[in-house]
């Protein structure tokens, strides 16, 4: 199977910026699409952003288009997700994960593997 690890999360303040990475086992060799999802204490798990691995076409919810911005390496198996102009309501615990199926990508059931997750946390 497939492990995915991330890292970068941590304590910022409003309109600062953090980095995220997630770095996959298989090097992205069996996934169609990376993607982020996050989750705040009380509410269901919610997309941010995806990556297809070879045609690097890119997806946003609307909450952070313009804000946040995904890219890869492919040599290194890895995504990212640069975070800018961070606002509190940004806060939840940030996964990533890998689909194998194409073309539903903004949806949960369609990634097979996660990872252990960040915190990313957003002060007023």
């Known amino acids: 199977q497939v492990h995915l690890v991330e890292s970068g999360g941590g304590l910022v303040q409003a309109g600062g910026s953090l980095r995220l990475s997630c770095a996959a086992s298989?090097?992205?060799?069996?996934?169609?699409?990376l993607g982020w999802f996050r989750q705040a204490p009380g509410n269901e798990r919610e997309f941010v952003a995806a990556?297809?691995?070879?045609?690097?076409?890119?997806y946003y919810s609307d909450s952070v288009k313009g804000r946040f911005t995904i890219s890869s390496d492919n040599a290194k198996g890895t995504v990212y997700l640069q975070m800018n102009s961070l606002k509190p309501y940004d806060t939840a615990v940030y996964y990533c994960?890998?689909?194998?199926?194409?073309?539903?990508?903004?949806?949960?059931?369609?990634?097979?593997?996660w990872g252990q997750g960040t915190q990313v946390t957003v002060s007023s």
């Open positions: 994960a890998a689909a194998r199926v194409e073309g539903y990508y903004r949806d949960s059931w369609a990634y097979d593997f």
């Open positions: 990556i297809t691995w070879r045609g690097a076409n890119t």
């Open positions: 298989d090097g992205g060799f069996s996934s169609y699409a």
